[in-house]
Structures are given as C-alpha cells and as structure tokens.
Nanobody
Framework: QVQLVESGGGLMQTGGSLRLSCAAS???????MGWFRQAPGKEREFVAS????????TYADSVKGRFTISSDKAENTVFLQMNSLKPEDTAVYYC??????????????????WGKGTLVTVSS
C-alpha cells in the first residue's frame, strides 16, 4: 500500500512557475512515481514519471523543457517543478505510483495508486 498527498497547487500567471510536492508513505520505494493531470472535460493524462532507484525520468511531449520531476528519497517526496506555465497547463494534478516509469508514460492503466490531486490554474 502507498499513500500519496499532493501540495503546492495554486493560481499563477502565464509564464510563471510553481512547484508541486507529493509526500509518499507506506511502501513507495516498491514503485516508480509520476504526475498526471486532468483538465475540465478532458481525460486524465500523463505528465512525467521517475524511478526512485536511478532518478531516470520520462516526460510528456507537451511539458518537455518546461517541467522537471525530481525526488528526495530521504523525505519520501517527489516534486514537479513547472516553469513557463501556459493556460493549457490548467488542470488538477495527481501524484501517482506505478510499476515502472515507462508503464505510467503509457497512461492511467500503468498506475496502482493515486493521490487526491491539487489544482493548478494558469491565467492568461
């Protein structure tokens, strides 16, 4: 079992930055970690994922070069640094735990555990 709690969402103007945090408890090191997002009226989509063991990361094309996923193993925490934010980044962002970072990159079917989400709103 893994419990995930997100924080750090909020309102930001276009071009701004936010950092999301995900505190993991239970047995998080048995899984890889990731972030997904869901905009109003749209399906939940993959954003980024990372392996605890080697910090290798995978990103969705839409966020490459703007978002960075990282981990702090001592604190059991995963971060999503979001720079150059755009209005289309507006969504509820969910922390996730899955078998591998590659499996999560394929979509929600690769996720075993979800957090409750944190809202990010980017104004134009």
């Amino acid at each position: 079992q893994v419990q995930l709690v997100e924080s750090g969402g909020g309102l930001m103007q276009t071009g701004g930055s936010l950092r999301l945090s995900c505190a993991a408890s239970g047995r998080p090191f048995s899984y890889s970690m990731g972030w997904f997002r869901q905009a109003p009226g749209k399906e939940r989509e993959f954003v980024a994922s990372i392996s605890w063991s080697n910090d290798y990361a995978t990103y969705a094309d839409s966020v490459k070069g703007r978002f960075t996923i990282s981990s702090d193993k001592a604190e059991n925490t995963v971060f999503l640094q979001m720079n150059s934010l755009k209005p289309e980044d507006t969504a509820v962002y969910y922390c996730a735990a899955g078998l591998t970072r590659q499996a999560m990159a394929l979509g929600v079917s690769g996720v075993y555990y979800w957090g409750k989400g944190t809202l990010v709103t980017v104004s134009s």
